[in-house]
C-alpha cells in the first residue's frame, strides 16, 4: 500500500493506489494562534502602504477569531504534500467533476461531494492545530517565509510542474498551505478559548474550520486576499474546500 521514497531530495511516503505523496511532518509544541508580534507585523505592512489596504483594518479587529495564543503539543503524523488534485480525487470518485480546476493537475475544490469523498478515504483530516504547526514549520512569522506582505508569487494551485512545487515547499517538504481554502476536522468556534493544548480537533455539530484560500480569490483585486496566506488565518466552511489529507505512520521495521 505504500512506498517509502526521496522526493525533491527529501523523504517521503506514497500512498500506491492512489499516488498521493504524504510527508513525515515531526512532533513539538509551538504557539498557536495570532500573536502580538504578528499583528504588529500587519500593522507594519499597513503604515507601509499608507493606510492603503482597506482589509487590515477588518482583519485587525477580527484578530480575536485567531486568539488567544496558546502552547500545543502535537504528535507526530504524515501530511499530504499538497491538497488532492482533480487526478487523485478520480482515485475514489470515478465520476468527480471539478468547475474550478484547469487541468487534473490541480487542486480539486469540492462541494456536494466533499462527504462522499470523506468517506472513501482511508485518511482523515487535519485538526486546526495540525494545520497550522504544519504551516508554519518551527517559524513564528505571518508566513513561513516571513513577516513580509506575500505576493501572487507565493499562490500554488497547479502541481504538474513539479520544480515550481519544490521551490514553494517549507521546512517540512510541505507545498502551498495558505492557497486553497482547506478544510479542517475542527467545527468552527471564534476564537480559541477553551481550546485543548493537544492537536485533538474540537468537534460537534455545524460548520467545520477551513485554513487558507488565497488562491481561491485569484485574480487578486487589492482587498487583502494576501491575508488568507498567513498561518494563523481561519474562517468558517461555506462553499467548496480543498482537502489536504492526514495519514497514520507506517509502520517501523
Same mark, same amino acid.
Given at each position: 500500500?505504500?512506498?517509502?521514497?526521496?522526493?525533491?531530495?527529501?523523504?517521503?511516503?506514497?500512498?500506491?493506489?492512489?499516488?498521493?505523496?504524504?510527508?513525515?511532518?515531526?512532533?513539538?509544541?509551538?504557539?498557536?494562534?495570532?500573536?502580538?508580534?504578528?499583528?504588529?507585523?500587519?500593522?507594519?505592512?499597513?503604515?507601509? #502602504?499608507?493606510?492603503?489596504?482597506?482589509?487590515?483594518?477588518?482583519?485587525?479587529?477580527?484578530?480575536?477569531?485567531?486568539?488567544?495564543?496558546?502552547?500545543?503539543? /502535537?504528535?507526530?503524523?504524515?501530511?499530504?504534500?499538497?491538497?488532492?488534485?482533480?487526478?487523485? /480525487?478520480?482515485?475514489?470518485?470515478?465520476?468527480?467533476? *471539478?468547475?474550478?480546476?484547469?487541468? *487534473?493537475?490541480?487542486?480539486?475544490?469540492?462541494?456536494?461531494? !466533499? *462527504?462522499?469523498? !470523506?468517506?472513501?478515504? @482511508?485518511?482523515?483530516?487535519? $485538526?486546526?492545530?495540525?494545520?497550522?504547526?504544519?504551516?508554519?514549520?518551527?517559524?513564528?512569522?505571518?508566513?513561513?517565509?516571513?513577516?513580509?506582505? @506575500?505576493?501572487?508569487? &507565493? !499562490?500554488?494551485?497547479?502541481?504538474?510542474?513539479?520544480?515550481?512545487?519544490?521551490?514553494?515547499?517549507?521546512?517540512?517538504?510541505?507545498?502551498?498551505?495558505? #492557497?486553497?481554502?482547506?478544510?479542517?476536522?475542527?467545527?468552527?468556534? @471564534?476564537?480559541?478559548?477553551?481550546?485543548?493544548?493537544?492537536?485533538?480537533?474540537?468537534?460537534?455539530?455545524?460548520?467545520?474550520?477551513?485554513?487558507?484560500?488565497?488562491?481561491?480569490?485569484?485574480?487578486? &483585486?487589492?482587498?487583502?486576499?494576501?491575508?488568507?496566506?498567513?498561518?494563523?488565518?481561519?474562517?468558517?466552511? $461555506?462553499?467548496?474546500?480543498?482537502?489536504?489529507?492526514?495519514?497514520?505512520?507506517?509502520? &517501523?521495521?
Amino acid at each position: 500500500m505504500w512506498t517509502e521514497e526521496i522526493v525533491t531530495e527529501r523523504p517521503a511516503w506514497r500512498h500506491i493506489p492512489s499516488g498521493v505523496v504524504f510527508r513525515e511532518v515531526p512532533g513539538g509544541t509551538f504557539r498557536m494562534g495570532l500573536s502580538e508580534a504578528e499583528l504588529a507585523a500587519v500593522r507594519a505592512i499597513d503604515e507601509r #502602504s499608507g493606510g492603503a489596504e482597506d482589509a487590515l483594518e477588518p482583519f485587525i479587529a477580527g484578530a480575536g477569531d485567531a486568539q488567544p495564543t496558546r502552547e500545543v503539543r /502535537v504528535e507526530p503524523f504524515l501530511l499530504a504534500r499538497h491538497p488532492l488534485t482533480v487526478a487523485q /480525487v478520480r482515485h475514489w470518485l470515478p465520476e468527480y467533476e *471539478d468547475d474550478y480546476a484547469d487541468a *487534473d493537475s490541480g487542486t480539486a475544490r469540492l462541494e456536494g461531494d !466533499l *462527504d462522499d469523498l !470523506l468517506e472513501a478515504m @482511508p485518511f482523515r483530516l487535519p $485538526s486546526e492545530a495540525e494545520w497550522e504547526y504544519a504551516a508554519r514549520a518551527g517559524t513564528t512569522t505571518l508566513t513561513f517565509r516571513g513577516d513580509g506582505r @506575500p505576493g501572487e508569487d &507565493q !499562490l500554488l494551485d497547479d502541481f504538474g510542474d513539479g520544480q515550481r512545487t519544490a521551490a514553494a515547499e517549507n521546512a517540512f517538504g510541505l507545498a502551498a498551505l495558505g #492557497s486553497a481554502n482547506e478544510i479542517c476536522a475542527d467545527m468552527w468556534i @471564534p476564537g480559541f478559548v477553551g481550546a485543548p493544548a493537544d492537536a485533538r480537533p474540537r468537534t460537534g455539530d455545524g460548520p467545520r474550520t477551513v485554513r487558507g484560500g488565497a488562491a481561491d480569490c485569484y485574480p487578486w &483585486q487589492g482587498c487583502g486576499e494576501w491575508l488568507l496566506l498567513l498561518a494563523a488565518s481561519r474562517h468558517e466552511h $461555506s462553499v467548496f474546500t480543498a482537502v489536504r489529507p492526514v495519514a497514520p505512520l507506517p509502520p &517501523q521495521d
